[in-house]
Each structure stands twice: as structure tokens, then as C-alpha cells.
């Protein structure tokens, strides 16, 4: 494939992204790997998540560059510019690469890029068609507005704790992913896609925000507002819910102490028997048919109305056999199954190596690393080859030219510390000169 027609959807589109954590630079991650160039803006300092998790050490044991493996997974096929923002002459620059921008994701809080001069009356002043993204904890129409948000205290917020004890967990725990950060991150990405077809229509941009407790409450709530759903109607109806009891809130299919991995007899096995056909062929294939004639079993709302025990006999009948005999009983029988699988497990996966979904690229400073493909596949518009996660600063010089700044400009920039750029010298402000030559 030529390097003309691997371009992907988003083609041309410039996004400005003075987003850091996991919730911006997953969004924006999304939009470079459908073709938009993204132009990630950091403190002279980085983003702090460049510095956490697994990083690569050299012989002596010494980290090389600021590039934990979260970071590195969220912020490839981007351009790294070092801004420090309390600079006025900084916000200049900023304000003039905003001129050409398509987008404007931050998730610094508004009233700080207000007092900034770079909240969204300064930066549509300078470009109305300018799609500007705030990404903020707690939406500003409520009394939250101010508080800060992180991923531990949004799943707190929203119930998942609880809702983990009400599963079984001796304590309330979090979910073992950063799951309020990535829920909120695609509500950014499909945001900032439908602003930039509005736009084709109105010929505007337009501020959106985009706020993690409200995205994650949607997400819980949509599975466990349950009896809660139906509000006391004006002649005293019920609500006829599951074992939770009339009107309460939680969905008992996915509380189930028994909604999880069944054990084996020899290990644990992920099965789901769902529908009328997958119940008949179940109870055939155990040698028991008449078992689905039994009201617990006979109709979807019967088996709604009791899951806990249903899924309580399921549990009981795995142990009966190894998870071998299991995958071809289930296998003849048509019945969903899937394996537990570990990360290990999951990098050796054939289906995801089949597909290129993990590959292998050689990084410029780390050296060899897995990357994680796109789960989308387009037939018109491929989309483009990622490029390796920059390093701190390393397009500062590269985006300023580009921006109009002159060789002499860059250079007084960086000499202030307005703007940075790599320490080698190769890299550092007489590369401005050579560049703009």
C-alpha cells in the first residue's frame, strides 16, 4: 500500500492537544490512528504518566527517556512541542498554530485557561471554525465544576466500588483498568468527529465539554438504574423486577455471584448460555432435555426473573467435566465459550497476532516494543502506519518553523524557555537554524 492512499478518515485535520493523563491522549490517540496529525503539547516537564509504569533500563540499570509504557501506548503517530504556557510568549505561539487548527483538546480546568487568555472566546477569535474540547472532571453546570477528577475518584463517584463488594469482593474495589479515563476518552474521539462534520455543514466551530462523571455514570447507570428506571407512577404501580426486589437499583444478571469464570475440573471456563436455542442444546448435550421443560429454564423472563440461581446450577454442573471435554461438548452443541485467558496468554493470542492487532516496531530510544494495533479496518480510507511515541520536545523546532516562526524566533523561544527541544546538539536551538536554512 502506497504511502498516498494510507492516509485514513481524518486526513488533514489538525489537532492541537494540550491533554495529558490517560483520557485526553486516548482520544486523541484515536484520532491519529484514523489520520489526524496531532500536535501534543506539553510543560517543559512532560506529561506526568510520561514517568509511570514500565520503562526501559539500559545495561547499568538507568532509565533511558520519559517513556513509561502508558504513555508510550497513548501517544504514538503524534508530534511532541514543549510549551511552558506561563509564558506569555508561549501562549503567542500557541494562540498562532491555533490559526490553522482544526481542534483544541485540554483538560486543563476552563478557569485556568480563561485566566491563561486561551479559554474558547480567545481561540475563536483567532479561528472560528476551531473545534475547541474541554475534557473536565465534573461537568461546569453543577456544584462539582471545580473539584479535580481522577480516574480512582470518578469510579469511586459513579458506584463501581460498591457495586464490586455487591459482586462479592470482601472490600470495595476499583476496576483493575483505568476505566473512567478510557470511557470518557471515546466520548472525546466521537465528539470531536461529529463537531468536525457539523462544521462541513455550518462552516463553525463550536466548545464542547465532555465531563468523566457524567460518561461513567451513563455507563453504570444504563446496566444498573434497574427498577430504579420506572419512577412511582400516579396510580401505584410496580415494578416487576428480578431477586433485588420491586423498584431497586442493580441489574442481578451482572451481580450474580456465579456471573463469572465457571471452575472446571480441572481449571475455569468462560461460557454463556443465552438464548432459548443455546439452553435447549445445553440441557441435550448434558444428556438431560427435559430439564429445559423446568420453569426456571423454559423462558427468557424465567431465567431473568431468577439468574442468581441459574447461574448458581450452571456452577454446579462444570466441575463434572475437564475444560477439554467441556470445549467440544460446547463446541458440537453451538454454545458460546471463551478461555480465561492471562496477558501473557492474551500476547499470544493467533487471532490477534493473525490479524497484526500486537506487532513489534523498533523505537528510536527504546529500542524493540510491542505497539497495539486499530480494532477498525476501513476499505476506503486505510488508515495510516503510527508513527514511534516522541520524545519530550522532539518537534518543537519542526512545528514552529512550520508555523511561521523564523530560525532566529525559534531559537529566542527556546533560549527563554518559552518553548524546549531535546538535549542532544543536534536537536537543541542552532537546529533552528539548520532547519529553517
Not at 470511557?183 to 466551530?205: K, P
Not at 543536534?426 to 532547519?435: D, E, I, R, Y
Request: some cysteine; proline content about 6%; aromatic content about 6%.
Amino acid at each position: 500500500m502506497s504511502a498516498e492512499t494510507q492516509r485514513g478518515p481524518l486526513a488533514g485535520v489538525r489537532v492541537l492537544d494540550l491533554s495529558s493523563i490517560v483520557l485526553g491522549p486516548l482520544a486523541t490517540l484515536t484520532l491519529a490512528g484514523l489520520g489526524a496529525e496531532v500536535i501534543k503539547i506539553e510543560a517543559p516537564e512532560g506529561d506526568n504518566v510520561r514517568e509511570a509504569g514500565s520503562m526501559r533500563v539500559d545495561a547499568h540499570g538507568e532509565e533511558h527517556e520519559k517513556m513509561g509504557h502508558v504513555f508510550m501506548h497513548n501517544n504514538r503517530g503524534k508530534k511532541s512541542v514543549v510549551l511552558d504556557l506561563k509564558k506569555a510568549s508561549a501562549r503567542e505561539a500557541l494562540l498562532k498554530l491555533a490559526e490553522d487548527a482544526d481542534v483544541l483538546l485540554s483538560n486543563i480546568r476552563p478557569a485556568a485557561m480563561d485566566r491563561l487568555g486561551l479559554g474558547y472566546d480567545a481561540l475563536a477569535a483567532v479561528n472560528p471554525r476551531l473545534v475547541y474540547v474541554t475534557a473536565c472532571g465534573y461537568s461546569a453546570r453543577g456544584p462539582y465544576a471545580d473539584r479535580p477528577a481522577y480516574d480512582d475518584l470518578i469510579q469511586g463517584a459513579t458506584g463501581l466500588p460498591w457495586l464490586m463488594q455487591q459482586y462479592g469482593t470482601a472490600e470495595p474495589m476499583y476496576a483493575p483498568v483505568s476505566l473512567a479515563d478510557r470511557v470518557t476518552g471515546l466520548h472525546v474521539a466521537y465528539s470531536i468527529s461529529a463537531a468536525l462534520f457539523a462544521r462541513e455543514r455550518t462552516g463553525h466551530g463550536q466548545h464542547i465539554e465532555v465531563s468523566m462523571f457524567e460518561s461513567v455514570a451513563h455507563f453504570v447507570l444504563a446496566d444498573h438504574l434497574a427498577g430504579r428506571t420506572f419512577a412511582p407512577g400516579a396510580h401505584g404501580e410496580g415494578v416487576s423486577t428480578g431477586e433485588a426486589g420491586e423498584g431497586e437499583a442493580g441489574y442481578d444478571r451482572l451481580l450474580s455471584a456465579h456471573r463469572r469464570p465457571y471452575r472446571t475440573a480441572d481449571g475455569y471456563l468462560c461460557v454463556l448460555i443465552y438464548n432459548d436455542k443455546h439452553w435447549r442444546a445445553f440441557m441435550a448435550a448434558i444428556g438431560q432435555p427435559e430439564l429445559f421443560g423446568d420453569p426456571l429454564f423454559s423462558t427468557q423472563r424465567n431465567r431473568s426473573r431468577r439468574i442468581r440461581d441459574v447461574y448458581a446450577w450452571v456452577a454446579s454442573v462444570m466441575p463434572t467435566r475437564t475444560t477439554a471435554q467441556w470445549k467440544t461438548l460446547l463446541d458440537d452443541a453451538d454454545i458460546p465459550y471463551q478461555a480465561v485467558n492471562s496477558i501473557d496468554d492474551l500476547l499470544n493470542d493467533p487471532h490477534l497476532n493473525s490479524t497484526g492487532f500486537i506487532s513489534e516496531e523498533m523505537h528510536p530510544t527504546e529500542g524493540r516494543v510491542r505497539t497495539l494495533g486499530n480494532p477498525t479496518t476501513w476499505s476506503g480510507t486505510p488508515l495510516p502506519a503510527l508513527a514511534p511515541t516522541a520524545r519530550l520536545g522532539e518537534h518543537s523546532v519542526e512545528v514552529l518553523l512550520a508555523a511561521g516562526y523564523t530560525p532566529d524566533e525559534v531559537n529566542q523561544l527556546l533560549d527563554e524557555g518559552a518553548a524546549c527541544a531535546p538535549r542532544e546538539p543536534h536537536a537543541q536551538a542552532g537546529h533552528a537554524a539548520a532547519a529553517g536554512a
